[in-house]
């Protein structure tokens, strides 16, 4: 149970990160990639963001697992 | 190319919260957060194994209704009726199994594990992605 709850709990912290990084607005994730054209590297700042968090509590045997 | 729709501090501050949801669900499930992966073993996983990720689906579609609550109205991809919109969340789905993960499970978790996998796959499916952006948008002109 406590679980599911951890799940549902992780699925909606997700979701809200989503959100208020607007990555939830099909146009920013395709002004990112348009290089080419208004680029909004807004998208590269949200992955700068969570990997900053996820490599910070890595531990040693995560990393070295597979 | 410009820049004038740039929005750092949402930006770092969401991803911030992604890469905490991810964390949590590593340590309290031992899952990793790749959203594609778990919603293709919602359907692909024996049924043992598929509860806590309709869970996880469920709290990103709350999550949804949450932000509509509260900030408004959410917005649409402009220029396309549902069916092309159901076309292409067809077309995200395959493209992620292709690449055996996304923006999150090769992205915020393998980048975070220091995956030379995740790293190779993230590089090529943005590069690939604007690709077919720069087709789609600056070749064949089509609605953004």
Redesign the interface.
């Given at each position: 149970m406590?679980?599911?709850?951890?799940?549902?709990?992780?699925?909606?912290?997700?979701?809200?990160?989503?959100?208020?990084?607007?990555?939830?607005?099909?146009?920013?994730v395709?002004?990112f990639?348009?290089?080419?054209?208004?680029?909004?590297?807004?998208?590269a700042?949200?992955?700068?963001?969570?990997?900053?968090?996820?490599?910070s509590?890595?531990t040693p045997e995560?990393?070295s697992?597979p | 190319m410009t820049i004038d729709n740039f929005t750092p501090l949402p930006a770092l501050a969401g991803g911030a919260l992604i890469g905490l949801a991810s964390v949590w669900l590593l340590i309290a499930n031992g899952r990793i957060a790749g959203v594609s992966g778990i919603l293709h073993g919602l359907f692909a996983e024996p049924p043992g194994d598929r509860l806590w990720r309709a869970w996880f689906v469920a709290g990103l579609i709350a999550a949804g209704f949450t932000w509509h609550a509260f900030a408004g109205s959410a917005p649409i991809r402009q220029g396309f009726g549902l069916g092309w919109v159901a076309l292409a969340g067809l077309l995200v789905g395959f493209g992620t199994r292709m690449s055996g993960g996304c923006t999150s499970g090769h992205g915020v978790c393998g980048l975070g594990r220091l995956s030379l996998r995740s790293l190779v796959a993230v590089a090529l499916f943005m590069a690939a992605g604007m690709a077919a952006t720069f087709v789609a948008r600056h070749v064949l002109g089509l609605p953004s």
């Open positions: 406590i679980g599911y709850a951890a799940a549902f709990g992780a699925g909606l912290l997700f979701g809200i990160g989503l959100w208020i990084s607007g990555m939830a607005t099909p146009r920013k395709l002004d990639l348009d290089v080419t054209g208004s680029w909004d590297p807004s998208l700042l949200v992955m700068a963001g969570a990997v900053s968090v996820t490599l509590a890595s995560i990393l697992s | -």
